[in-house]
């Protein structure tokens, strides 16, 4: 697939650490025959038929204007609908009113055969860029995520970015916002967890004069707000049910309705939405509807934990002191010892915190190896015993996480003492070569060669 700025919203985009727990977006419609064309079956529902204004136009006198819709379905596969057509939509020799049918099937609409496949996943290389926005890094999980972020940005794609509190959730949707053509507009930020039930319909769409009691004057509400701009909504995850159903009106639409109007109100707000939580977790506890997880997660980012990138310590020191109009001099010795040791528990907010409270303790002019820093004696333990663990989700995703924290752990302190050579690494690990290279690249400690072409069991570069 040529994967374009233009075929994000169709497509969506993914960063590797998100791709397996975002909803399957990526199919093509192929009409058969001669000269067949093919369209995208994305983030939105589309509609087959004889009009222009469809999204796949087919030549067929047997075909309506508007034939039928095709929408992927939340439990996979592609539901179809037919839109009352003339002469009928079928599959497999019989005619159908609503089905959903599986990648591979091909399904007629009139008297024109359209095979429905599955496309390639797409990816992008890391990016060049040790930073996007207000956001720092040069290890390879960080360059993925600007990657995709840079690709994203000039376009209206809805984003998704999951990330635990203090890995930069809104820097990464102001970010966003600076990137796009929307730069001149508001970037409005809502805060979901903040909003009682009872206020978020007059909180997001606005209300009039009158409309219940206390409502004393009118109000645009952050939909009307965003206008032009970005609307960015932290904390998703803790939006009612209620709630969730009139937002997807909001975004499927682009039309509010303040509380006690008379006529919807035409908004133009690109979403960009946030959470500390798993929505695919939700969505199959039933706790958050898949039609607007799907309708979000059209790029679906997770910002990584700074545990998992202890490589970025010494950039991001060196960024902070260069925000100070500082530099930093050497960055070794103990106080870096001492902060790989941590556990970090508020991630790069807290890295920042440590720095700004050793630079008040420390002389005016002192480097980074003559801070007095303090850090939580608590979490360093945690973070040299392993035992970091998240005691807020459920025993079975708490494990598979710490799993894959000390794996990464493991493989990278092993890594780094092999000073990057596969061969001493894995005899250290007791794994195979090939396997320990299947580890780099599973915790982007390494890039994967472009083509497949990963070395072979003989060669000790990774």
């Not at 507009?185 to 009872?198: H, K, N, R, W």
């Not at 909504?233 to 639409?253: C, I, M, T, W, Y």
Request: proline fraction near 5%; glycine fraction near 10%.
């Amino acid at each position: 697939m040529t994967f374009d700025r233009r075929t994000v919203i169709q497509t969506g985009l993914a960063t590797s650490t998100t791709r397996g727990r975002t909803a399957p977006r990526a199919y093509h419609l192929t009409v058969l025959g001669e000269g067949g064309q093919t369209v995208a079956l994305g983030a939105r529902a589309i509609v087959v038929g004889a009009h222009a204004s469809c999204d796949l136009v087919l030549a067929d006198p047997q075909v309506s204007r508007r034939h039928a819709e095709l929408a992927i379905a939340p439990d996979g596969g592609i539901r179809v609908k037919d839109l009352g057509s003339t002469n009928g939509t079928w599959w497999q020799g019989t005619r159908v009113t609503e089905l959903v049918v599986p990648a591979g099937a091909t399904v007629k609409f009139g008297g024109t055969p359209v095979r429905i496949g599955a496309a390639d996943a797409p990816s992008l290389p890391p990016s060049e860029r040790d930073h996007f926005g207000a956001m720092a890094g040069n290890s390879l999980a960080m360059r993925e995520l600007f990657a995709v972020l840079e690709m994203a940005a000039p376009t209206d794609a809805t984003v998704l970015i999951e990330g635990e509190s203090g890995t930069g959730k809104e820097l990464a949707a102001r970010a966003v916002h600076d990137a796009s053509a929307r730069r001149a507009g508001p970037f409005v930020v809502v805060d979901c967890s903040a909003i009682s039930e009872q206020l978020v319909d007059s909180h997001l769409f606005g209300h009039v004069k009158g409309a219940f009691t206390g409502a004393d004057r009118d109000r645009r509400g952050a939909f009307i707000e965003a206008s032009g701009g970005t609307l960015f909504l932290d904390e998703l995850g803790e939006l009612p049910l209620s709630a969730q159903a009139k937002l997807l009106r909001v975004l499927e639409a682009q039309t509010v309705q303040p509380v006690g109007a008379d006529r919807p109100i035409a908004v133009d707000a690109r979403v960009v939405a946030a959470t500390h939580r798993q929505l695919l977790r939700m969505v199959e506890a039933k706790a958050f509807r898949f039609d607007l997880f799907y309708r979000l997660a059209v790029v679906h980012v997770a910002l990584p934990p700074l545990r998992d990138r202890l490589e970025d310590l010494a950039h991001l020191i060196t960024t902070f002191y260069a925000r100070r109009g500082a530099k930093p001099g050497p960055i070794a010795g103990d106080n870096l010892d001492k902060l790989r040791r941590h556990a970090w528990p508020g991630n790069v907010r807290e890295l920042r915190n440590v720095l700004e409270r050793a630079w008040a303790l420390s002389a005016p002019a002192a480097g980074f190896a003559g801070l007095r820093l303090w850090l939580d004696p608590g979490a360093a333990q945690q973070a040299s015993s392993g035992e970091v663990v998240d005691t807020s989700l459920p025993f079975k995703e708490a494990k598979e996480r710490w799993t894959d924290q000390f794996e990464r752990r493991y493989v990278s302190l092993i890594w780094e003492r092999a000073a990057g050579n596969v061969t001493r690494a894995a005899e250290q690990a007791g794994l195979s070569r090939r396997h320990f290279r299947e580890l780099l690249y599973k915790h982007s400690l390494v890039e994967r060669p472009s083509g497949g072409d990963d070395g072979g069991d003989g060669d000790d570069r990774p």
